[in-house]
């Protein structure tokens, strides 16, 4: 394996974590970068980097932002974001993944991509459905703010740096595994 086939996979996988806090804006990023040349699509992505993939994507990720600050709406909107994060995690990972066969390629995709950004959806669907039932809704603002402020910081880390943002999501990780386990101790204890 190449080095930059290596970074392809972390970029993938960075790309996969953001998508897990919001859905669009890691697509929109990807989508910027490809148009600026700052990273290189895989030849069956390009139209990602076209102007209305940007316009549409900007679009969606400026209504995905604000309809989670609805509070009923944003419980709502995660069960449908859930598997969407799956498809886009698996999306991003193909688009950016270089030198590899095609089955190489889509296995990654599906397993670090999908598998990544599902997971991450999961725990961020989870810790809203508990702030909403904790505190009838009003916490969610923060939490919302909070997943949008991290998929952008993913997405930059991803894009520029794809070393830095592979350990953010070893990072991110260790972080979900000590809060269930925390959670199961707990309910053990009960």
Not at 45 to 72: D, K, M, N, Q, R
Not at 74 to 97: F, R
């Amino acid at each position: 394996m190449t080095p930059e086939t290596i970074i392809s996979i972390f970029l993938g996988i960075g790309l996969s974590a953001s998508v897990g806090f919001r859905v669009f804006l890691p697509l929109f990023a990807l989508s910027l970068a490809g148009y600026y040349n700052i990273i290189p699509l895989n030849e069956n992505w390009h139209w990602v980097a076209s102007s209305s993939a940007i316009i549409t994507l900007g679009i969606a990720t400026l209504l995905e932002i604000f309809a989670y600050y609805i509070p009923w709406f944003d419980n709502l909107l995660d069960t449908i974001a859930i598997p969407l994060a799956a498809i886009a995690g698996t999306a991003v990972m193909v688009s950016t993944i270089a030198d590899l066969s095609p089955v190489t390629t889509w296995a990654l995709a599906i397993i670090a991509g999908g598998g990544t950004a599902s997971t991450i959806k999961g725990t961020t669907a989870s810790a809203r459905l508990t702030s909403t039932a904790t505190t009838a809704g009003i916490a969610n603002p923060v939490i919302s703010t909070v997943e949008t402020g991290t998929s952008m910081v993913m997405s930059a880390f991803s894009i520029f740096l794809p070393i830095v943002a592979i350990i953010l999501v070893v990072l991110i990780f260790i972080a979900i595994r000590k809060m269930y386990k925390s959670i199961f101790t707990k309910s053990k204890k009960v």
